[in-house]
Protein backbone atom coordinates (compact mmCIF):
# COMPACT_ATOMS: atom_id res chain seq x y z
CA UNK A 1 0.00 0.00 0.00
CA UNK A 2 2.80 2.25 1.04
CA UNK A 3 4.60 1.98 -2.65
CA UNK A 4 1.11 2.24 -4.04
CA UNK A 5 0.33 5.64 -2.75
CA UNK A 6 4.35 6.97 -3.31
CA UNK A 7 3.59 5.77 -7.14
CA UNK A 8 0.75 7.56 -7.30
CA UNK A 9 1.81 10.65 -5.87
CA UNK A 10 5.10 11.30 -8.49
CA UNK A 11 1.81 10.22 -11.22
CA UNK A 12 0.29 13.38 -10.08
CA UNK A 13 3.30 15.44 -9.76
CA UNK A 14 4.05 14.44 -13.69
CA UNK A 15 0.97 15.15 -14.68
CA UNK A 16 1.12 18.72 -12.99
CA UNK A 17 4.46 19.48 -14.09
CA UNK A 18 3.50 18.60 -17.73
CA UNK A 19 0.19 20.84 -17.56
CA UNK A 20 1.79 23.56 -16.28
CA UNK A 21 4.11 23.06 -19.40
CA UNK A 22 1.79 22.79 -21.80
CA UNK A 23 0.19 26.28 -20.69
CA UNK A 24 3.46 28.01 -21.02
CA UNK A 25 3.94 26.63 -24.87
CA UNK A 26 0.22 27.57 -25.01
CA UNK A 27 0.88 31.19 -23.99
CA UNK A 28 4.62 31.90 -26.12
CA UNK A 29 2.61 30.81 -29.12
CA UNK A 30 0.02 32.74 -28.18
CA UNK A 31 2.30 35.51 -27.74
CA UNK A 32 4.17 34.92 -31.05
CA UNK A 33 1.02 34.95 -32.58
CA UNK A 34 -0.16 38.08 -31.73
CA UNK A 35 2.85 39.96 -32.25
CA UNK A 36 2.08 38.45 -36.15
CA UNK A 37 -1.16 39.85 -35.99
CA UNK A 38 -0.08 43.07 -34.86
CA UNK A 39 2.41 43.51 -37.88
CA UNK A 40 -0.91 43.08 -39.92
CA UNK A 41 -3.30 46.16 -40.47
CA UNK A 42 -6.61 45.24 -40.87
CA UNK A 43 -9.27 47.36 -43.12
CA UNK A 44 -13.15 46.78 -43.39
CA UNK A 45 -14.60 46.69 -46.57
CA UNK A 46 -15.74 50.60 -45.81
CA UNK A 47 -12.55 52.07 -44.90
CA UNK A 48 -11.12 50.58 -47.70
CA UNK A 49 -13.41 52.25 -49.86
CA UNK A 50 -13.09 55.42 -47.45
CA UNK A 51 -9.00 55.02 -48.14
CA UNK A 52 -9.35 55.10 -51.62
CA UNK A 53 -6.60 52.45 -51.38
CA UNK A 54 -4.45 52.12 -54.31
CA UNK A 55 -2.05 49.19 -55.20
CA UNK A 56 0.96 49.41 -57.86
CA UNK A 57 4.59 47.52 -57.99
CA UNK A 58 8.18 48.77 -58.32
CA UNK A 59 8.56 50.66 -62.24
CA UNK A 60 12.06 50.93 -63.20
CA UNK A 61 12.52 55.20 -63.98
CA UNK A 62 15.10 57.13 -64.84
CA UNK A 63 16.40 59.28 -61.66
CA UNK A 64 20.13 60.31 -61.31
CA UNK A 65 22.68 57.73 -60.05
CA UNK A 66 24.74 58.99 -56.99
CA UNK A 67 27.96 57.65 -55.59
CA UNK A 68 27.73 58.65 -51.27
CA UNK A 69 31.25 60.43 -50.60
CA UNK A 70 32.33 61.91 -47.28
CA UNK A 71 34.94 65.47 -47.33
CA UNK A 72 35.41 68.75 -45.74
CA UNK A 73 35.76 72.09 -46.61
CA UNK A 74 38.97 73.80 -48.01
CA UNK A 75 40.64 76.65 -49.48
CA UNK A 76 42.88 76.45 -51.91
CA UNK A 77 46.44 77.70 -51.18
CA UNK A 78 46.23 80.95 -52.64
CA UNK A 79 43.41 81.71 -50.08
CA UNK A 80 45.19 80.45 -47.10
CA UNK A 81 48.25 82.69 -46.14
CA UNK A 82 51.14 82.38 -42.93
CA UNK A 83 51.98 85.25 -42.20
CA UNK A 84 55.99 85.49 -41.02
CA UNK A 85 58.71 87.96 -40.82
CA UNK A 86 61.38 88.64 -43.03
CA UNK A 87 63.65 89.73 -40.24
CA UNK A 88 63.96 88.23 -37.14
CA UNK A 89 63.07 90.32 -34.06
CA UNK A 90 60.80 91.12 -31.09
CA UNK A 91 56.96 91.75 -31.53
CA UNK A 92 56.79 95.40 -30.15
CA UNK A 93 53.32 95.60 -30.55
CA UNK A 94 50.14 93.62 -32.26
CA UNK A 95 46.08 93.54 -31.74
CA UNK A 96 45.21 90.48 -33.78
CA UNK A 97 42.76 87.82 -32.27
CA UNK A 98 41.52 85.07 -33.48
CA UNK A 99 38.97 85.60 -35.90
CA UNK A 100 39.24 89.30 -36.34
CA UNK A 101 38.38 89.92 -39.88
CA UNK A 102 40.86 92.20 -41.77
CA UNK A 103 41.84 93.52 -45.27
CA UNK A 104 44.46 93.27 -47.86
CA UNK A 105 47.21 95.75 -46.21
CA UNK A 106 46.49 95.93 -42.52
CA UNK A 107 49.02 96.31 -39.94
CA UNK A 108 49.38 92.77 -38.05
CA UNK A 109 52.31 93.19 -36.51
CA UNK A 110 55.30 95.97 -35.42
CA UNK A 111 58.60 94.01 -34.71
CA UNK A 112 62.10 95.86 -33.57
CA UNK A 113 65.87 94.64 -34.64
CA UNK A 114 68.94 96.89 -34.09
CA UNK A 115 69.93 95.24 -37.35
CA UNK A 116 66.82 97.26 -39.25
CA UNK A 117 68.72 100.24 -37.88
CA UNK A 118 72.39 99.06 -39.65
CA UNK A 119 70.65 97.84 -42.68
CA UNK A 120 69.71 101.84 -43.36
CA UNK A 121 72.55 102.68 -42.54
CA UNK A 122 74.52 100.84 -44.97
CA UNK A 123 71.68 101.29 -47.22
CA UNK A 124 72.51 105.01 -46.96
CA UNK A 125 76.38 104.68 -46.92
CA UNK A 126 76.51 102.82 -49.94
CA UNK A 127 74.08 105.34 -51.67
CA UNK A 128 76.67 107.82 -50.78
CA UNK A 129 79.80 105.71 -52.25
CA UNK A 130 77.65 105.15 -55.40
CA UNK A 131 77.85 108.98 -55.69
CA UNK A 132 81.59 109.55 -55.12
CA UNK A 133 82.33 106.38 -57.42
CA UNK A 134 80.32 108.00 -60.00
CA UNK A 135 82.26 111.23 -60.18
CA UNK A 136 85.60 108.95 -60.10
CA UNK A 137 83.94 107.23 -63.22
CA UNK A 138 82.92 110.30 -65.04
CA UNK A 139 86.81 111.86 -64.40
CA UNK A 140 88.31 108.84 -65.43
CA UNK A 141 86.62 108.56 -68.44
CA UNK A 142 87.31 112.58 -69.40
CA UNK A 143 90.83 111.84 -69.09
CA UNK A 144 90.67 108.89 -70.98
CA UNK A 145 89.56 111.20 -73.88
CA UNK A 146 92.41 113.37 -73.47
CA UNK A 147 94.40 110.05 -73.55
CA UNK A 148 96.25 111.48 -70.17
CA UNK A 149 95.57 108.17 -67.79
CA UNK A 150 95.97 104.52 -68.25
CA UNK A 151 93.06 102.61 -69.62
CA UNK A 152 93.47 100.05 -66.29
CA UNK A 153 92.72 103.26 -64.41
CA UNK A 154 89.64 103.19 -66.44
CA UNK A 155 88.85 99.90 -65.89
CA UNK A 156 89.07 100.31 -61.75
CA UNK A 157 86.54 103.11 -61.95
CA UNK A 158 83.87 101.25 -63.62
CA UNK A 159 84.58 98.10 -61.66
CA UNK A 160 84.52 99.92 -58.52
CA UNK A 161 80.88 101.65 -59.74
CA UNK A 162 79.17 99.14 -61.09
CA UNK A 163 80.37 96.82 -57.68
CA UNK A 164 78.57 99.70 -54.87
CA UNK A 165 75.62 100.26 -57.48
CA UNK A 166 75.01 95.92 -57.27
CA UNK A 167 75.73 96.47 -53.61
CA UNK A 168 73.03 99.31 -52.68
CA UNK A 169 70.36 97.82 -55.23
CA UNK A 170 70.82 94.49 -52.90
CA UNK A 171 70.37 96.48 -49.93
CA UNK A 172 67.50 98.39 -51.52
CA UNK A 173 65.55 95.02 -52.63
CA UNK A 174 66.11 93.44 -48.34
CA UNK A 175 64.81 96.69 -47.25
CA UNK A 176 61.71 96.80 -49.39
CA UNK A 177 61.00 93.07 -47.85
CA UNK A 178 60.32 95.52 -44.60
CA UNK A 179 58.04 97.70 -46.35
CA UNK A 180 60.95 101.23 -45.77
CA UNK A 181 59.68 103.88 -47.43
CA UNK A 182 62.95 104.74 -49.31
CA UNK A 183 61.81 108.63 -50.19
CA UNK A 184 62.37 109.39 -45.93
CA UNK A 185 64.70 107.09 -45.78
CA UNK A 186 66.84 108.97 -48.56
CA UNK A 187 65.45 112.24 -46.23
CA UNK A 188 67.80 110.56 -43.51
CA UNK A 189 64.81 109.12 -41.77
CA UNK A 190 65.93 106.15 -40.04
CA UNK A 191 63.11 104.01 -38.37
CA UNK A 192 63.64 102.00 -35.25
CA UNK A 193 60.81 99.26 -35.94
CA UNK A 194 59.44 97.90 -38.91
CA UNK A 195 55.96 96.73 -40.09
CA UNK A 196 54.05 92.85 -41.02
CA UNK A 197 50.81 93.80 -43.14
CA UNK A 198 47.93 91.52 -44.12
CA UNK A 199 48.76 89.92 -47.69
CA UNK A 200 45.16 89.12 -48.18
CA UNK A 201 41.83 90.03 -47.60
CA UNK A 202 40.29 87.30 -44.79
CA UNK A 203 39.95 86.05 -41.07
CA UNK A 204 42.64 85.41 -38.88
CA UNK A 205 42.24 81.79 -37.98
CA UNK A 206 45.52 81.52 -35.87
CA UNK A 207 47.55 84.13 -33.92
CA UNK A 208 50.87 82.28 -32.69
CA UNK A 209 52.76 85.61 -31.07
CA UNK A 210 52.40 88.11 -28.48
CA UNK A 211 54.25 91.59 -27.26
CA UNK A 212 57.20 90.83 -26.71
CA UNK A 213 58.08 87.59 -28.06
CA UNK A 214 61.07 86.93 -30.30
CA UNK A 215 60.19 85.51 -34.05
CA UNK A 216 62.39 83.84 -36.28
CA UNK A 217 62.22 84.16 -39.69
CA UNK A 218 60.77 80.19 -39.82
CA UNK A 219 58.04 80.96 -37.11
CA UNK A 220 54.62 81.39 -38.37
CA UNK A 221 53.06 84.23 -36.67
CA UNK A 222 49.61 84.90 -38.08
CA UNK A 223 47.37 82.75 -40.19
CA UNK A 224 44.83 84.27 -42.61
CA UNK A 225 42.04 82.60 -44.85
CA UNK A 226 40.21 84.30 -47.51
CA UNK A 227 36.58 82.04 -46.86
CA UNK A 228 34.94 83.85 -50.27
CA UNK A 229 36.67 81.03 -52.09
CA UNK A 230 35.67 77.92 -50.08
CA UNK A 231 35.52 74.39 -52.07
CA UNK A 232 34.61 71.04 -51.15
CA UNK A 233 37.12 68.42 -50.75
CA UNK A 234 35.80 64.80 -51.31
CA UNK A 235 37.53 61.87 -50.73
CA UNK A 236 36.31 58.91 -53.42
CA UNK A 237 36.80 55.28 -53.27
CA UNK A 238 38.94 53.86 -56.21
CA UNK A 239 35.66 52.13 -57.30
CA UNK A 240 33.43 55.20 -58.14
CA UNK A 241 36.44 56.99 -59.54
CA UNK A 242 35.50 55.48 -63.22
CA UNK A 243 32.10 57.23 -62.70
CA UNK A 244 33.15 60.35 -61.71
CA UNK A 245 33.18 63.63 -64.56
CA UNK A 246 34.29 67.10 -64.22
CA UNK A 247 31.14 69.16 -64.34
CA UNK A 248 29.07 66.55 -62.21
CA UNK A 249 26.47 67.90 -59.64
CA UNK A 250 27.16 67.01 -56.09
CA UNK A 251 24.84 67.55 -53.32
CA UNK A 252 26.31 68.05 -49.55
CA UNK A 253 24.82 68.70 -46.35
CA UNK A 254 27.71 69.60 -43.38
CA UNK A 255 27.81 67.91 -39.84
CA UNK A 256 25.63 71.32 -37.65
CA UNK A 257 23.57 71.57 -40.52
CA UNK A 258 20.20 69.61 -42.30
CA UNK A 259 19.58 71.87 -45.38
CA UNK A 260 21.67 70.78 -48.73
CA UNK A 261 24.27 72.92 -50.12
CA UNK A 262 25.49 72.33 -53.67
CA UNK A 263 28.90 72.03 -55.97
CA UNK A 264 30.30 71.08 -58.79
CA UNK A 265 33.04 68.70 -59.77
CA UNK A 266 36.16 70.76 -60.88
CA UNK A 267 39.08 68.76 -60.55
CA UNK A 268 39.41 64.83 -60.07
CA UNK A 269 42.52 63.61 -58.57
CA UNK A 270 45.42 61.66 -60.43
CA UNK A 271 46.54 59.74 -57.16
CA UNK A 272 45.24 56.80 -55.29
CA UNK A 273 46.34 57.21 -51.58
CA UNK A 274 47.30 54.02 -49.47
CA UNK A 275 43.50 54.06 -48.53
CA UNK A 276 42.42 53.23 -52.10
CA UNK A 277 40.99 56.65 -52.02
CA UNK A 278 40.86 59.97 -54.84
CA UNK A 279 40.77 63.62 -53.40
CA UNK A 280 38.14 65.09 -55.87
CA UNK A 281 38.13 68.56 -55.32
CA UNK A 282 34.46 70.38 -56.19
CA UNK A 283 33.34 74.62 -56.65
CA UNK A 284 30.63 75.40 -54.17
CA UNK A 285 27.78 76.76 -56.73
CA UNK A 286 26.59 79.76 -53.90
CA UNK A 287 29.69 81.37 -51.79
CA UNK A 288 29.24 81.70 -47.87
CA UNK A 289 31.57 83.44 -45.70
CA UNK A 290 30.81 82.22 -42.33
CA UNK A 291 31.72 78.32 -43.55
CA UNK A 292 34.68 77.71 -41.46
CA UNK A 293 37.64 75.59 -43.45
CA UNK A 294 37.61 71.94 -42.45
CA UNK A 295 34.22 71.51 -41.85
CA UNK A 296 33.20 68.03 -42.38
CA UNK A 297 30.27 66.71 -45.02
CA UNK A 298 28.29 63.93 -46.25
CA UNK A 299 27.96 64.14 -50.24
CA UNK A 300 26.34 62.89 -52.94
CA UNK A 301 27.86 62.60 -56.76
CA UNK A 302 25.24 62.63 -59.58
CA UNK A 303 26.84 60.33 -61.79
CA UNK A 304 24.19 60.59 -64.49
CA UNK A 305 20.80 59.05 -65.33
CA UNK A 306 20.06 55.78 -64.94
CA UNK A 307 16.76 53.20 -64.88
CA UNK A 308 16.88 52.36 -61.34
CA UNK A 309 13.59 50.63 -59.18
CA UNK A 310 11.72 53.10 -57.84
CA UNK A 311 8.47 54.00 -56.44
CA UNK A 312 6.15 57.13 -56.09
CA UNK A 313 6.71 59.48 -53.07
CA UNK A 314 3.22 58.51 -51.54
CA UNK A 315 4.15 55.35 -51.31
CA UNK A 316 6.76 55.44 -48.36
CA UNK A 317 6.07 56.70 -44.89
CA UNK A 318 8.64 57.12 -42.30
CA UNK A 319 8.10 55.84 -38.85
CA UNK A 320 10.37 56.28 -35.61
CA UNK A 321 13.17 57.30 -37.71
CA UNK A 322 12.86 54.65 -40.57
CA UNK A 323 11.43 54.20 -44.28
CA UNK A 324 8.52 51.88 -44.64
CA UNK A 325 5.72 50.30 -47.46
CA UNK A 326 2.43 48.85 -47.04
CA UNK A 327 2.16 46.03 -49.24
CA UNK A 328 -1.20 43.93 -49.23
CA UNK A 329 -1.90 40.07 -47.88
CA UNK A 330 -4.83 38.93 -48.47
CA UNK A 331 -8.67 39.64 -48.68
CA UNK A 332 -10.76 37.34 -46.68
CA UNK A 333 -14.04 35.94 -46.92
CA UNK A 334 -15.76 38.73 -45.19
CA UNK A 335 -13.87 41.13 -47.88
CA UNK A 336 -11.80 43.58 -45.16
CA UNK A 337 -8.15 43.74 -46.36
CA UNK A 338 -4.94 43.03 -44.72
CA UNK A 339 -1.55 45.05 -45.13
CA UNK A 340 1.27 44.06 -43.88
CA UNK A 341 4.48 47.17 -43.14
CA UNK A 342 7.82 46.62 -44.15
CA UNK A 343 10.81 48.57 -43.62
CA UNK A 344 12.78 49.65 -46.72
CA UNK A 345 15.97 51.56 -47.60
CA UNK A 346 15.71 54.09 -49.91
CA UNK A 347 18.43 55.79 -51.92
CA UNK A 348 17.63 59.11 -54.05
CA UNK A 349 14.55 60.99 -54.42
CA UNK A 350 13.99 62.55 -57.36
CA UNK A 351 10.68 64.11 -59.73
CA UNK A 352 8.44 62.41 -57.25
CA UNK A 353 10.23 59.31 -57.08
CA UNK A 354 12.49 57.54 -54.81
CA UNK A 355 14.92 54.82 -55.45
CA UNK A 356 14.46 51.92 -53.15
CA UNK A 357 16.41 48.54 -52.80
CA UNK A 358 14.61 46.48 -55.34
CA UNK A 359 16.50 43.07 -53.41
CA UNK A 360 14.20 43.80 -50.54
CA UNK A 361 10.91 43.86 -51.66
CA UNK A 362 11.23 41.11 -53.72
CA UNK A 363 8.76 40.79 -56.44
CA UNK A 364 5.57 42.48 -54.40
CA UNK A 365 3.35 43.59 -56.65
CA UNK A 366 0.79 44.66 -54.48
CA UNK A 367 2.11 47.70 -52.92
CA UNK A 368 0.43 50.82 -51.52
CA UNK A 369 1.00 53.35 -53.55
CA UNK A 370 -1.90 55.54 -52.81
CA UNK A 371 -3.42 55.09 -49.42
CA UNK A 372 -0.04 54.40 -47.24
CA UNK A 373 -0.30 57.43 -44.97
CA UNK A 374 -3.79 56.51 -43.41
CA UNK A 375 -2.67 52.68 -42.98
CA UNK A 376 0.89 54.86 -40.70
CA UNK A 377 -2.59 56.31 -38.52
CA UNK A 378 -3.64 53.29 -37.94
CA UNK A 379 -0.49 51.59 -36.88
CA UNK A 380 0.30 54.85 -34.92
CA UNK A 381 -3.47 54.78 -33.11
CA UNK A 382 -2.99 50.83 -32.52
CA UNK A 383 0.83 51.79 -30.95
CA UNK A 384 -1.01 54.77 -28.46
CA UNK A 385 -3.90 52.00 -27.36
CA UNK A 386 -1.26 49.51 -26.68
CA UNK A 387 0.69 51.41 -24.54
CA UNK A 388 -1.74 52.98 -22.91
CA UNK A 389 -3.04 48.90 -22.39
Keep these: MKSISKYSYLLLIAILLTACGSSKEEKEVAKEEHHEESELITLTPEQYKMVEVTLGAVEMKELSGTIKVNGMLDLPPKSFVS ?29 QNPEFIQMQQDYLDYKSQLRFLKQELDRQEELAKADVNSKKALQKANSEYHSMSARLMGQKIKLSLLDVNFSH ?85 REISKERTVQVHCHLDVEDTQLIPGMYLKAYVESGANKVAALPDQAIVEFEGKKYIFIEQAIKADKSHQFKMIAIRTIIAENGYTQVDSEELGRADKIVIKGAYDLLSKVKNAEEEGHGH
Design 83 to 111: VSTPLEGVVKNTEMLQGMKVRKGTLVAVM
Design 185 to 269: LEKGQITKTFNLYAPIGGYITQVNTNIGAFASTADVLFKIADTEHLHAELTVFEKDVPELKIGQKVRFTLANEQKERMATVFLIG
